[in-house]
Nanobody
């Protein structure tokens, strides 16, 4: 059974930093992508950042230059370093793992709350 466990959320003042971590277990076929989405109250879940095969990374425009995604294939972990946080970054953050080739899959973590006060 695949399980993704996130940690590292919390309350921080604007301009501060947080580091989120996600550990995946139970994955049989290696994933292509690992990363993060977030969902603010009353809004749809949106993409934040991901690390793909070959170590390429991709970021949503509003977090590029402030957030850094880091993946460790040996440990099946993906971290999100968040710097210069803004109140609009407040959301529940979900990590995901995805495999594009057959057998394809996408799994989600349970989410971790990040609150940025002004």
């Amino acid at each position: 059974q695949v399980q993704l466990v996130e940690s590292g959320g919390g309350l921080v003042q604007a301009g501060g930093s947080l580091r989120l971590s996600c550990v995946a277990s139970g994955i049989t076929f290696s994933c292509n992508r690992m990363g993060w989405y977030r969902q603010a109250p009353g809004k749809e879940r949106e993409f934040v950042a991901m690390s793909g095969s070959g170590d390429y990374t991709y970021y949503e425009d509003s977090v590029r230059g402030r957030f850094t995604v880091a993946r460790d294939n040996a440990k099946n972990t993906v971290d999100l370093q968040m710097d210069t946080l803004k109140p609009e970054d407040t959301a529940v953050y979900y990590c995901f793992v995805e495999r594009v080739a057959a057998p394809s899959y996408r799994y989600w973590g349970q989410g971790t709350q990040v609150t940025v006060s002004s």
